[in-house]
């Protein structure tokens, strides 16, 4: 029976890495799979892992149709045997309700990654909809810890340095400190990511915070 299956953790909890390993598992033993990814940080149409990996992908716009697209393949003869969707946070909804149906009707097996919540702690819409429908929802096993040692469970934002919890859901952009790595955004504020454990993200506590209110003068190594 095919399977609809979720793969989450926080941002740099390995998923794209899982992603691009679990595409490499199944083709080595012949089977025909697809990628798929939205907003990836490396640009459109790819998927790309911190480890260095990446691979061309369909990027899925909000009006992508995941049931015409892979009706449309079959009926043209092609193969698939299964779907690689990373960045799935991304996907609206309905196209989480298409992929059921793919895995459902057309017995095609889909592997989704995505991270659960957004800078505000809420769910993700396309997040949500795997939860409710997905055979199974896994954690990745490799922990991003928080600047405390602790398991970091949420992703915080920052803007110039200061953690917000108000904005666009949508901004791509990665958890590098490096501020030359920061995106600059449209009015000009750097935004980067960082994760936290729940009490330092419910405080806005982030590791330059931390330094600077000298609560931990030594955040690391953790005890
Ligand atoms: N220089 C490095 N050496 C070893 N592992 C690294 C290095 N850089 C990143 N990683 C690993 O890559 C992970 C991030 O992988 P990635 O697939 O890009 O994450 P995600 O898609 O979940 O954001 C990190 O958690 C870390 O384990
Ligand atoms: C929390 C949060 C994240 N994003 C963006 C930032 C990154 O481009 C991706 C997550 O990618 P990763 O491979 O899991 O690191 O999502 C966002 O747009 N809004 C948010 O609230």
């Not at 915080?156 to 949508?170: F, L, P, S």
């Not at 590098?176 to 729940?198: F, I, K, N, S």
């Not at 330092?200 to 931390?210: I, L, Q, V, Y």
Request: charged letters at 25%; aromatic letters at 8%; one cysteine or more.
């Amino acid at each position: 029976m095919a399977e609809l299956i979720f793969r989450t953790g926080t941002m740099d909890a390995g998923k794209s890495t899982l992603a691009l390993q679990t595409n490499h598992n199944h083709a080595a033993r012949g089977r025909v799979g697809r990628l798929f990814t939205s907003h990836d940080r490396a640009g459109a149409a790819v998927v790309s892992s911190r480890l260095g990996l990446t691979a061309l992908a369909q990027e899925v716009e909000p009006d992508f149709d995941f049931w015409r697209y892979t009706v449309d393949a079959l009926t043209q003869g092609a193969r698939i045997d299964y779907f690689i969707c990373d960045e799935a946070q991304f996907y609206t909804a309905e196209q989480v309700d298409q992929l059921a149906k793919v895995v459902d009707e057309l017995q095609i097996d889909v592997f989704c990654f995505g991270i659960l919540t957004d800078f505000r702690t809420r769910l993700f819409p396309g997040s949500a909809r795997l939860v409710e429908l997905a055979d199974r929802t896994e954690v990745l096993q490799v922990e991003a810890l928080c600047w405390c040692g602790k398991r970091a469970t949420h992703n915080a934002r920052t803007e110039d340095g200061v953690m917000v919890t108000e904005g666009e859901v949508i901004v791509v952009g990665d958890v590098d400190t490096d501020p030359e790595a920061a995106v600059h955004a449209a009015d000009d504020v750097d935004v980067a990511y960082e994760v936290l454990c729940r009490q330092h993200h419910r405080r806005g506590m982030t590791a330059a915070r931390a330094r600077a209110v000298s609560l931990s003068p030594e955040p690391l190594p953790f005890p």
